[in-house]
């Protein structure tokens, strides 16, 4: 094969890969807010239940 060629080839296949890459970065950018969410929900989820299981206090009459 010329030079050339084979150059040609490196530069499409570096350039596919390269564009590869960016679609999986964007794809794994875009999960990202709903990892946000649960990790939001499920704190609310534990502060709730931490609240439910806290004693209280009597009422002092």
């Not at 490196?10 to 679609?23: F, G, I, P």
């Not at 990790?39 to 299981?53: D, I, K, M, P, Q």
């Amino acid at each position: 094969m010329h030079t050339g060629t084979h150059l040609a080839q490196h530069h499409l296949r570096a350039a596919d890969l390269r564009a590869e890459a960016d679609a999986y970065r964007l794809a794994a950018e875009a999960k990202q807010p709903h990892a946000i969410r649960t990790r939001l929900g499920w704190t609310l989820v534990e502060v709730g239940l931490r609240l439910a299981s806290s004693p209280r206090p009597a009422l002092a009459h």
